[in-house]
């Protein structure tokens, strides 16, 4: 098993996250030792859609990408539709995939990847109604459990969090960037 010991993962999220595509990856990295911090539009707590309560470590207009070994967005469609209109979110999540970091989208969680305009010539998977909006960004839309483009880790829905955590921790472990 990989040790994430010295990684530190960013979770970009606010209110109305999928409880489980946050709560399970982050168990995953933190079990092998990760550091990870919740990255949001608002300070204090956000909560989930079935009522998991995180507290936010760094306000998005506060994040820089070279704090961070790998980024974390999970789904749920209030949370991934808030998310992506904060510019501030925008542009941490497109400097951390233009850096090369890890970057993991699970169901909804891949909508703010539109907006930071990094999946020009890029494949990968999602919630199936993001499909046309992945396309429309230059994406190769693909029906898979987990797919891995280049360090981009993306999956569909909770079933698929076993497959999207062991891939998480693997781009995590290899440390790319």
């Not at 079933?159 to 440390?175: Q, S, V, W, Y």
């Amino acid at each position: 098993m990989h040790s994430l010991k010295d990684k530190h993962l960013a979770v970009v999220a606010t209110d109305g996250f999928e409880d489980s595509e946050l709560t399970s990856p982050v168990k995953a990295v933190t079990d092998l030792g990760a550091k990870v911090s919740i990255v949001s539009t608002k300070g204090g707590e956000i909560k989930g859609k079935n009522g998991t309560v995180v507290s936010v470590d760094i306000l998005s207009k506060d994040a820089v990408a070279e704090s961070f070994d790998a980024l974390l967005l999970p789904g749920g469609t209030s949370n991934a539709d808030h998310i992506r209109m904060d510019q501030d979110a925008v542009n941490f999540v497109q400097a951390m995939v233009t850096s090369g970091r890890p970057t993991a989208a699970i169901c909804h969680g891949a909508w703010i990847l539109c907006d930071a305009d990094v999946l020009n010539g890029r494949t990968l998977t999602s919630y199936p109604s993001l499909k046309t909006d992945l396309r429309n960004a230059g994406t190769t839309w693909v029906d898979q459990e987990v797919w891995c483009d280049a360090g981009l880790v993306s999956s569909r829905t909770p079933e698929d969090l076993p497959a999207f955590n062991a891939k998480l921790i693997e781009e995590m472990a290899e440390g790319r960037h």
